[in-house]
């Protein structure tokens, strides 16, 4: 909850400066390292075998929403600096091997 609530926070932070890219550049340059980390450690990501073996079917739809909030920043900041620069393609490299892994079974409206 605290993490999604912390992306919430950066999404809009990103959405406010989003007419300065050089503030959205130095954001991105902080954030999208954590994102990939966060991708490729399956935190958002879970095969949903592993997760009905661990968590409520109440937390997996938590599990869905982190998903969302995490590809929210990713896509503002891609969108506001109309480019899509090595770091964020490295959080979507991070996403295509955790489809082919099997791991993301799980996307909320995508």
């Known amino acids: 909850m605290v993490m999604m609530n912390v992306l919430k926070t950066i999404e809009q ?5 989003r007419d300065k890219k050089d503030l959205v550049a130095q954001i ?6 954590l994102m990939e980390a ?3 450690q399956n935190v958002v990501g879970t095969s949903r075998k592993y997760l009905n073996m661990l968590i409520a079917e109440a937390d997996q739809a938590k599990t869905t929403e982190l998903f969302d909030e995490t590809y929210e920043v990713l896509d503002s900041i891609s969108f506001f600096q109309e480019s899509i620069s090595p770091s964020i ?3 979507f ?3 295509y ?3 082919k892994a099997g791991t993301l079974d799980h996307l909320h409206g995508q």
């Open 38 to 40: 966060t991708i490729r």
């Open 28 to 33: 991105e340059t902080m954030v999208a390292p």
């Open 13 to 17: 932070l990103v959405s406010s400066v």
């Open 89 to 91: 393609w490295a959080c």
């Open 97 to 99: 091997l955790q489809f």
């Open 93 to 95: 490299e991070a996403t």
